[in-house]
C-alpha cells in the first residue's frame, strides 16, 4: 500500500511495490485530496519500495502535476531504480519532474 | 501495423500456454506475472523480465479499460497466449471489445482518449520500445488483438563469466 505523509508544504507519497492501472485511481484520488485541501503546495514521489511500473503511474505524476503547476507547486521523483527511470524519461516527465539522482529521504528535498 | 520489419524464420513451437481472462483491473499484475513465469526457463535478466511484464501490462489494462470501456465486468474476457519458438516469446492480448477505427493515430505516443482517467497515452509506445515486434489489428466493434516478440537472452555476456 502506499502512503502519505505533510512535511511543511511538501506532500510525500512511498508509491506501493506495484503501480499499474488497478491501484491507481486510489493514489490519485488521496493525492487530489491534499491538493486541493490547499495544505500542500508541492509533490514527492517516493519510488524507494517500487519494482514494477507502467505508464498508469506516468498518468498519475502527470495528472498531479496538472494541479500543482497551476499554483506553482513542484513535483519530485525519487529513489526511482534504473527501470522506473527509463520509463520516467522515456516518457519525457524530466521537463516538468525533478527526479533525484541521489537517495534522498522524504523531508530533505530542498526547494 | 507496425514492426515486421525483418521477416524472421518461425522457429517451431516449443512451448505454449493460454488463458482467457476477466476483464477486471485485478487481473492486470496476474496476466503480467503469468507471462513472467512463463519465459522463466529462459532465465531472463531483470531488464527483460521487466520489459515483457510493462508490456504485457500496458496490452492487458487497455483491453479493461479501453476495450471493454472499464466496466469491470467479469463476463467480458480477454484472451492472453504466450508461445514460445525457441528463446523468441510471442505474447498475443486479444479482447471482444469496441475495437479502434484508427490504429495508427492510438499508437502516436501521447494519443489518449481517456485524459479524464489520468491514462497517458504512453501505452503503445512502452510495448514498441520493450519488445522487438508489435503489431496490432483492431476492428471497431469487434475487438482488438495486440501480438508482441521478443527474443529473450540477447544478452549472452550474462553468465558466460565462468
Ligand atoms: N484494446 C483496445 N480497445 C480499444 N481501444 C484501444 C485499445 N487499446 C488502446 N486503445 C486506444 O488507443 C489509445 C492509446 O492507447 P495507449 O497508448 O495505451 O494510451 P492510454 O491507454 O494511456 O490511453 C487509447 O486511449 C484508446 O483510445
Ligand atoms: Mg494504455
Known amino acids: 500500500m502506499e502512503d502519505f505523509k505533510v512535511i511543511n508544504d511538501y506532500l510525500m507519497i512511498r508509491l506501493p511495490e506495484e503501480i499499474d492501472h488497478h491501484g491507481s485511481a486510489a493514489i490519485s484520488s488521496k493525492a487530489d485530496r491534499y491538493i486541493l485541501s490547499g495544505r500542500v503546495e508541492n509533490v514527492v514521489f517516493d519510488f524507494e519500495r517500487t519494482t514494477f511500473m507502467d505508464s498508469s503511474g506516468i498518468g498519475i505524476i502527470l495528472g498531479r502535476y496538472r494541479k500543482v503547476a497551476c499554483f506553482g507547486g513542484k513535483v519530485y521523483a525519487v529513489n526511482a531504480d534504473s527501470r522506473i527511470r527509463r520509463i520516467l524519461l522515456m516518457s519525457g516527465l524530466e521537463r516538468i519532474v525533478e527526479i533525484m539522482d541521489t537517495k534522498k529521504k522524504c523531508g530533505e528535498v530542498e526547494q | ?162
Do not use: Q
Open chain 2, 1 to 162: 501495423m507496425i514492426g515486421i520489419v525483418e521477416k524472421r524464420e518461425l522457429g517451431e513451437v516449443t512451448n505454449e500456454v493460454r488463458l482467457e481472462i476477466a476483464a477486471v483491473s485485478d487481473n492486470e499484475s496476474f496476466a503480467r506475472m503469468a507471462v513472467a513465469a512463463f519465459i522463466t526457463p529462459l532465465n531472463p535478466t531483470l531488464e527483460e523480465l521487466s520489459d515483457v511484464k510493462t508490456a504485457v501490462s500496458e496490452a492487458v489494462t487497455n483491453a479493461v479499460i479501453h476495450g471493454y470501456e472499464n466496466r469491470g465486468d467479469r463476463s467480458d474476457k480477454i484472451l492472453l497466449t504466450c508461445i514460445l519458438r525457441g528463446d523468441v516469446l510471442e505474447v498475443e492480448i486479444s479482447d471482444r471489445g469496441v475495437g479502434m477505427e484508427d490504429v495508427d493515430a492510438a499508437m502516436t505516443p501521447l494519443y489518449t482518449t481517456r485524459p479524464d482517467m489520468d491514462r497517458s497515452g504512453m501505452g503503445f509506445a512502452f510495448m514498441e520500445a520493450f519488445m522487438d515486434d508489435l503489431e496490432v489489428r483492431s476492428e471497431p466493434g469487434c475487438g482488438t488483438s495486440v501480438k508482441m516478440c521478443k527474443k529473450i537472452g540477447v544478452n549472452p555476456w550474462i553468465g558466460s563469466e565462468d
